[in-house]
C-alpha cells in the first residue's frame, strides 16, 4: 500500500492543472472566485487568479502529503515509526480532498455560482473526518498528529484510551456530516457543521483529562 499510495499521489495531485488547462479556452475572463454560505458569488477575478489559486492548493497538498509522509522521522517518541503508514494514509486522503476542492472551484469558474455547493464541500470535509477516526485508534503516541494534551502525551494508556473514543466519534460524526450536509440547506448544514465537529473535538478532551485526574488521585492515595 505505501508503493502504491507514493505512486498515485502525484498524478491525483496533477488532477486539477490537468482540468484547469482543458476547461481554459470555456472561461470567460471575468469568473467566480468567492462564494458565500449560500453559494452566491461575491467575489470576481480574472483567469490568473483562479491560475494561481490551483497552484497554490497543489503546492500545499503536495507539502502536507510530504510533511505526513517523513514527519515521524522527527518526532522524538519512541514509537513513531509505527506511525508510518497510517500518517501516510492519512496525507493521501487529505490531498485528495485539497484535489477535490480545486476541481470545484475551476468546475464554478466554468459554469457559475450554478457550479458551487457549500453543502458538498462540507459533506466532504465529513467524509475526511471519518477516514482520520478510522485510523486514530491506532495511532501511536506524538508530537504531530492525534489529541495532543500533555497528559496523553506524557501517558500512553491515557493516549490510548483517548484516541479509541476519539476514533469512534470522529468516525461517526464524519459520516453523520457526510449524509446530512447533502439534505441540508447550506446556511443549517454550516450550523450542524460546527457544532457536530465541535462535539466530536470537545468530548474527547475532556475525557482525556478526566482519566489524567482520577490516575492523578489514585497516585495521590497511593
Partial sequence: MYKILNRIIWPVILIPSIYLAISWHKLQETIPLHFDIKGNADRYGSK???????IILS????LVYLLLKNIYRIDPKRYAAENKDR?????????????????????SGVHGASGFNAS?????????????GNYLPNLKPNYFA????????????NWKKTHAIAG???FGG????????LLLPAKIAFIVFFSVTAVITIIPCI???????????????K
Fill in 174 to 181: 464524519g459520516l453523520f456530516l457526510a449524509a446530512i450536509c
Fill in 146 to 157: 492525534g489529541i495532543r494534551l500533555p497528559w496523553t502525551l506524557e501517558n500512553p494508556e
Fill in 87 to 107: 500518517l501516510l494514509r492519512i496525507g493521501f486522503a487529505v490531498s485528495v480532498f485539497m484535489t477535490a476542492i480545486s476541481c470545484m472551484i475551476i468546475y
Fill in 48 to 54: 490568473k487568479e483562479l491560475l494561481i489559486s490551483v
Fill in 168 to 170: 469512534k466519534l470522529w
Fill in 120 to 132: 458538498l464541500i462540507l459533506g466532504g470535509v465529513g467524509l475526511l473526518f471519518a477516514i482520520i
Fill in 207 to 221: 475525557y482525556s483529562y478526566r482519566l489524567f485526574k482520577e490516575q492523578k488521585n489514585n497516585n495521590s492515595v
Fill in 59 to 62: 503546492v500545499v497538498s503536495s
